[in-house]
Protein backbone atom coordinates (compact mmCIF):
# COMPACT_ATOMS: atom_id res chain seq x y z
CA UNK A 1 0.00 0.00 0.00
CA UNK A 2 1.45 3.19 -0.92
CA UNK A 3 1.71 6.15 1.48
CA UNK A 4 -1.04 8.15 -0.14
CA UNK A 5 -3.52 4.95 -0.41
CA UNK A 6 -2.50 4.81 3.57
CA UNK A 7 -3.65 8.37 3.96
CA UNK A 8 -6.81 7.99 1.73
CA UNK A 9 -7.92 5.02 4.23
CA UNK A 10 -7.26 7.32 7.34
CA UNK A 11 -9.18 10.23 6.19
CA UNK A 12 -12.46 8.25 5.35
CA UNK A 13 -12.03 6.28 8.75
CA UNK A 14 -11.79 9.46 10.77
CA UNK A 15 -15.05 11.01 8.36
CA UNK A 16 -16.73 8.15 9.31
CA UNK A 17 -15.83 8.26 12.92
CA UNK A 18 -17.15 11.99 13.16
CA UNK A 19 -20.51 11.17 10.97
CA UNK A 20 -21.09 8.81 13.92
CA UNK A 21 -19.84 11.61 16.38
CA UNK A 22 -22.08 14.08 14.76
CA UNK A 23 -25.30 11.61 15.13
CA UNK A 24 -24.75 11.00 18.48
CA UNK A 25 -23.81 14.79 19.71
CA UNK A 26 -23.11 18.09 17.48
CA UNK A 27 -21.35 19.71 20.16
CA UNK A 28 -19.14 16.59 21.03
CA UNK A 29 -18.39 16.71 16.90
CA UNK A 30 -17.18 20.00 17.55
CA UNK A 31 -15.04 20.09 20.46
CA UNK A 32 -13.44 16.84 18.51
CA UNK A 33 -12.76 18.84 15.39
CA UNK A 34 -11.37 21.26 17.74
CA UNK A 35 -9.08 18.90 19.15
CA UNK A 36 -7.64 18.11 15.98
CA UNK A 37 -7.14 21.45 15.10
CA UNK A 38 -5.01 22.36 17.74
CA UNK A 39 -2.61 19.07 18.26
CA UNK A 40 -0.11 19.18 16.10
CA UNK A 41 2.32 15.84 15.20
CA UNK A 42 5.75 16.35 16.34
CA UNK A 43 8.64 15.78 13.73
CA UNK A 44 12.10 14.74 13.72
CA UNK A 45 14.93 16.85 13.54
CA UNK A 46 16.93 16.69 10.27
CA UNK A 47 20.92 16.02 10.30
CA UNK A 48 21.49 19.46 9.47
CA UNK A 49 19.22 20.46 12.43
CA UNK A 50 21.14 18.44 14.84
CA UNK A 51 24.02 19.83 13.45
CA UNK A 52 22.76 23.45 14.49
CA UNK A 53 21.78 21.73 18.05
CA UNK A 54 25.15 20.76 18.91
CA UNK A 55 26.47 24.26 18.44
CA UNK A 56 23.50 26.23 20.16
CA UNK A 57 23.43 27.17 23.92
CA UNK A 58 20.23 24.96 24.93
CA UNK A 59 18.46 26.06 27.69
CA UNK A 60 14.47 26.10 29.27
CA UNK A 61 11.81 28.21 30.37
CA UNK A 62 8.42 27.98 31.27
CA UNK A 63 4.84 29.02 30.37
CA UNK A 64 1.51 28.42 31.19
CA UNK A 65 2.61 25.42 33.16
CA UNK A 66 4.89 24.04 30.61
CA UNK A 67 9.16 23.42 30.15
CA UNK A 68 9.66 24.88 26.64
CA UNK A 69 12.89 24.52 24.97
CA UNK A 70 14.57 27.27 23.64
CA UNK A 71 18.22 27.73 21.34
CA UNK A 72 20.49 30.66 21.25
CA UNK A 73 23.72 31.24 19.40
CA UNK A 74 25.90 34.18 18.49
CA UNK A 75 26.18 37.24 20.35
CA UNK A 76 24.83 40.77 19.72
CA UNK A 77 21.30 42.00 20.18
CA UNK A 78 18.79 39.15 19.93
CA UNK A 79 16.99 38.40 16.67
CA UNK A 80 13.97 36.34 17.84
CA UNK A 81 13.12 33.79 15.04
CA UNK A 82 9.65 31.78 15.41
CA UNK A 83 8.58 28.78 13.72
CA UNK A 84 5.29 27.90 11.92
CA UNK A 85 2.80 24.75 13.16
CA UNK A 86 4.42 21.57 13.07
CA UNK A 87 7.73 23.07 13.03
CA UNK A 88 10.42 23.47 15.52
CA UNK A 89 12.84 26.18 16.19
CA UNK A 90 15.88 24.45 14.48
CA UNK A 91 14.12 24.94 11.52
CA UNK A 92 16.39 28.49 11.42
CA UNK A 93 19.31 26.89 11.29
CA UNK A 94 20.20 28.98 7.93
CA UNK A 95 19.98 32.12 9.64
CA UNK A 96 22.51 31.93 12.53
CA UNK A 97 25.49 32.12 10.56
CA UNK A 98 24.18 35.22 8.53
CA UNK A 99 22.87 37.05 11.67
CA UNK A 100 26.28 36.52 13.15
CA UNK A 101 28.30 38.10 10.72
CA UNK A 102 25.75 41.23 10.96
CA UNK A 103 26.43 41.30 14.22
CA UNK A 104 23.00 39.55 15.83
CA UNK A 105 22.36 36.63 17.50
CA UNK A 106 19.77 34.45 17.37
CA UNK A 107 17.25 33.20 19.59
CA UNK A 108 14.37 30.29 18.62
CA UNK A 109 12.33 28.19 20.99
CA UNK A 110 9.77 25.28 20.49
CA UNK A 111 6.53 26.43 21.00
CA UNK A 112 4.01 24.38 23.30
CA UNK A 113 3.42 21.07 21.33
CA UNK A 114 6.19 20.83 19.49
CA UNK A 115 9.73 19.97 19.16
CA UNK A 116 11.18 19.23 22.31
CA UNK A 117 8.32 21.57 24.40
CA UNK A 118 6.40 19.88 26.26
CA UNK A 119 2.52 20.29 25.80
CA UNK A 120 -0.23 18.44 23.25
CA UNK A 121 -2.73 20.91 22.28
CA UNK A 122 -1.54 24.63 21.25
CA UNK A 123 -2.60 27.88 19.14
CA UNK A 124 -2.28 31.63 18.96
CA UNK A 125 -2.88 32.22 22.63
CA UNK A 126 -0.45 29.75 23.71
CA UNK A 127 2.07 31.33 21.20
CA UNK A 128 1.93 34.36 22.21
CA UNK A 129 2.25 33.80 25.71
CA UNK A 130 5.22 32.03 25.10
CA UNK A 131 6.71 34.68 23.00
CA UNK A 132 6.18 36.84 26.13
CA UNK A 133 7.60 34.48 28.88
CA UNK A 134 10.81 34.31 26.91
CA UNK A 135 11.01 37.64 26.05
CA UNK A 136 10.53 38.25 29.58
CA UNK A 137 13.79 35.50 30.84
CA UNK A 138 16.50 37.02 28.11
CA UNK A 139 15.32 40.23 27.97
CA UNK A 140 14.71 43.13 24.88
CA UNK A 141 15.18 41.81 21.63
CA UNK A 142 16.09 43.77 18.67
CA UNK A 143 13.58 42.07 16.37
CA UNK A 144 11.77 38.79 15.09
CA UNK A 145 11.16 36.67 12.08
CA UNK A 146 8.07 34.39 11.97
CA UNK A 147 7.18 31.70 9.76
CA UNK A 148 4.01 30.82 8.55
CA UNK A 149 1.54 30.68 11.74
CA UNK A 150 4.42 32.01 13.89
CA UNK A 151 3.48 35.34 12.42
CA UNK A 152 -0.16 35.04 13.78
CA UNK A 153 2.05 34.59 17.42
CA UNK A 154 4.19 36.99 17.20
CA UNK A 155 1.58 39.59 16.01
CA UNK A 156 -0.75 38.66 18.85
CA UNK A 157 1.98 39.01 21.41
CA UNK A 158 2.70 42.83 19.82
CA UNK A 159 -1.07 43.27 20.09
CA UNK A 160 -0.64 42.51 23.94
CA UNK A 161 2.16 44.76 24.38
CA UNK A 162 5.45 43.04 23.54
CA UNK A 163 7.54 45.78 22.12
CA UNK A 164 9.54 44.37 19.11
CA UNK A 165 11.53 46.87 17.40
CA UNK A 166 11.26 45.30 13.40
CA UNK A 167 9.10 42.24 12.43
CA UNK A 168 9.76 40.38 9.49
CA UNK A 169 7.03 37.84 8.35
CA UNK A 170 7.41 34.52 6.20
CA UNK A 171 4.76 33.05 4.33
CA UNK A 172 2.02 34.51 6.90
CA UNK A 173 -1.71 33.53 6.87
CA UNK A 174 -3.95 35.76 6.86
CA UNK A 175 -5.98 34.18 9.25
CA UNK A 176 -7.13 30.53 10.67
CA UNK A 177 -10.84 30.85 9.42
CA UNK A 178 -9.83 28.96 5.79
CA UNK A 179 -7.86 26.36 7.12
CA UNK A 180 -10.53 25.32 9.88
CA UNK A 181 -13.05 25.34 7.68
CA UNK A 182 -10.82 22.86 5.16
CA UNK A 183 -10.53 20.15 8.51
CA UNK A 184 -14.63 20.78 8.80
CA UNK A 185 -14.68 19.40 4.98
CA UNK A 186 -12.81 16.86 5.12
CA UNK A 187 -14.42 15.89 8.47
CA UNK A 188 -17.67 15.73 6.80
CA UNK A 189 -19.63 19.09 8.31
CA UNK A 190 -22.12 20.68 6.24
CA UNK A 191 -20.36 23.94 4.57
CA UNK A 192 -23.92 25.73 6.18
CA UNK A 193 -22.09 24.77 9.90
CA UNK A 194 -18.89 26.23 8.89
CA UNK A 195 -19.00 29.92 10.51
CA UNK A 196 -20.72 29.39 13.94
CA UNK A 197 -18.07 26.20 14.05
CA UNK A 198 -15.33 29.09 13.65
CA UNK A 199 -16.85 31.25 15.61
CA UNK A 200 -17.20 28.66 18.79
CA UNK A 201 -13.44 27.65 18.46
CA UNK A 202 -12.33 30.90 18.54
CA UNK A 203 -14.60 31.82 21.41
CA UNK A 204 -13.01 29.12 23.51
CA UNK A 205 -9.69 30.11 22.75
CA UNK A 206 -10.33 33.12 24.98
CA UNK A 207 -9.87 35.82 22.40
CA UNK A 208 -12.43 37.48 19.71
CA UNK A 209 -12.20 36.46 15.88
CA UNK A 210 -10.64 39.40 14.75
CA UNK A 211 -7.73 38.92 17.15
CA UNK A 212 -6.36 35.58 15.93
CA UNK A 213 -6.65 37.00 13.01
CA UNK A 214 -3.06 38.38 11.18
CA UNK A 215 -5.08 40.75 8.63
CA UNK A 216 -6.87 42.38 11.49
CA UNK A 217 -3.87 42.33 13.79
CA UNK A 218 -1.33 44.10 11.10
CA UNK A 219 -3.69 47.48 11.10
CA UNK A 220 -2.65 48.19 14.34
CA UNK A 221 1.16 47.16 14.15
CA UNK A 222 3.62 50.19 14.60
CA UNK A 223 6.90 48.91 14.29
CA UNK A 224 8.66 48.38 10.94
CA UNK A 225 7.31 45.44 8.81
CA UNK A 226 8.56 43.31 5.76
CA UNK A 227 6.82 40.75 4.85
CA UNK A 228 8.06 38.25 2.54
CA UNK A 229 5.51 35.67 0.53
CA UNK A 230 6.30 33.15 -2.54
CA UNK A 231 3.90 33.46 -5.28
CA UNK A 232 3.88 29.63 -5.62
CA UNK A 233 3.02 28.90 -2.03
CA UNK A 234 0.82 26.39 -1.82
CA UNK A 235 -0.06 26.06 1.74
CA UNK A 236 -0.61 29.61 2.21
CA UNK A 237 -1.47 31.88 -1.21
CA UNK A 238 0.37 34.83 -2.01
CA UNK A 239 -2.42 36.44 -1.52
CA UNK A 240 -2.63 36.61 2.22
CA UNK A 241 0.82 37.13 2.69
CA UNK A 242 -0.09 40.49 0.42
CA UNK A 243 -3.14 41.18 2.20
CA UNK A 244 -1.61 41.28 5.80
CA UNK A 245 1.12 43.61 4.08
CA UNK A 246 -1.79 46.05 2.86
CA UNK A 247 -3.65 46.45 5.96
CA UNK A 248 -0.45 47.28 8.06
CA UNK A 249 0.72 51.37 7.55
CA UNK A 250 4.37 51.65 5.91
CA UNK A 251 4.56 47.66 5.52
CA UNK A 252 7.29 46.57 2.70
CA UNK A 253 5.82 43.06 0.75
CA UNK A 254 8.96 41.39 -1.04
CA UNK A 255 7.75 38.44 -3.38
CA UNK A 256 9.49 35.12 -4.34
CA UNK A 257 8.93 33.02 -7.42
CA UNK A 258 9.56 28.87 -7.09
CA UNK A 259 10.36 28.55 -3.10
CA UNK A 260 7.13 27.52 -1.95
CA UNK A 261 5.58 27.58 1.57
CA UNK A 262 8.92 26.19 3.28
CA UNK A 263 12.39 26.28 1.40
CA UNK A 264 11.28 30.26 2.19
CA UNK A 265 13.29 30.34 5.65
CA UNK A 266 16.52 28.62 4.08
CA UNK A 267 17.07 30.61 0.87
CA UNK A 268 20.17 32.92 0.92
CA UNK A 269 18.36 36.11 -0.90
CA UNK A 270 15.33 35.80 2.02
CA UNK A 271 17.82 35.83 4.97
CA UNK A 272 19.37 38.66 2.98
CA UNK A 273 16.64 40.77 2.62
CA UNK A 274 15.91 39.93 6.21
CA UNK A 275 18.96 40.86 7.58
CA UNK A 276 19.19 43.94 5.68
CA UNK A 277 15.75 45.17 6.73
CA UNK A 278 16.41 44.26 10.92
CA UNK A 279 20.14 46.08 10.50
CA UNK A 280 18.21 49.35 9.10
CA UNK A 281 17.35 50.12 12.67
CA UNK A 282 18.07 53.64 14.31
CA UNK A 283 20.71 53.50 16.43
CA UNK A 284 18.16 54.06 19.69
CA UNK A 285 16.50 50.60 18.79
CA UNK A 286 19.45 48.72 19.24
CA UNK A 287 19.19 46.20 22.10
CA UNK A 288 22.61 46.43 23.80
CA UNK A 289 23.64 42.42 23.77
CA UNK A 290 26.92 42.11 22.88
CA UNK A 291 31.00 41.61 23.37
CA UNK A 292 31.99 39.57 26.54
CA UNK A 293 30.94 39.37 29.97
CA UNK A 294 27.57 41.46 31.69
CA UNK A 295 26.19 42.42 28.36
CA UNK A 296 26.76 39.18 26.26
CA UNK A 297 23.11 37.01 25.50
CA UNK A 298 24.99 33.85 26.70
CA UNK A 299 26.29 35.68 30.24
CA UNK A 300 22.11 37.24 30.75
CA UNK A 301 20.53 33.64 30.07
CA UNK A 302 22.94 31.37 32.06
CA UNK A 303 24.21 34.14 34.88
CA UNK A 304 20.87 36.31 35.37
CA UNK A 305 21.13 35.37 39.07
CA UNK A 306 24.49 36.20 39.29
CA UNK A 307 24.48 39.33 37.00
CA UNK A 308 21.86 41.17 39.20
CA UNK A 309 23.96 40.78 42.82
CA UNK A 310 26.88 42.38 40.62
CA UNK A 311 25.18 45.30 39.34
CA UNK A 312 23.32 45.51 42.43
CA UNK A 313 25.70 44.98 45.68
CA UNK A 314 23.39 45.29 48.08
CA UNK A 315 20.87 42.44 46.75
Not at 39 to 52: H, L, S
Request: charged share 20%; hydrophobic share 40%; glycine share 12%.
Amino acid sequence: MTRQAGRSIQAQTLKLGFHALRALSSNLAHRGAERLFSTPRRRKETGVERVALGRARTFHFHSGGLRLRAHAWGEGPAVLCLHGWEGQGLQFHAFVEPLAKAGFSTLTFDQPGHGGSQGRRSGPREWAQAIQDLVARVGPIHGAVAHSLGAAGAALAVDQGLHMPRIVLLAPPAGPDRYYCTLLSLLGFPEAEHVAAFQAYAGRTGLPPERIRIQSLATRIAAPLLVIHDRLDREVPWSEGAAIAAACPGAILRTTEGLGHRRIIRDPWVIEQTIAFLGEAAPQEKIPYHGEGLRSLEWHLFHRDLQGRLLDPGA
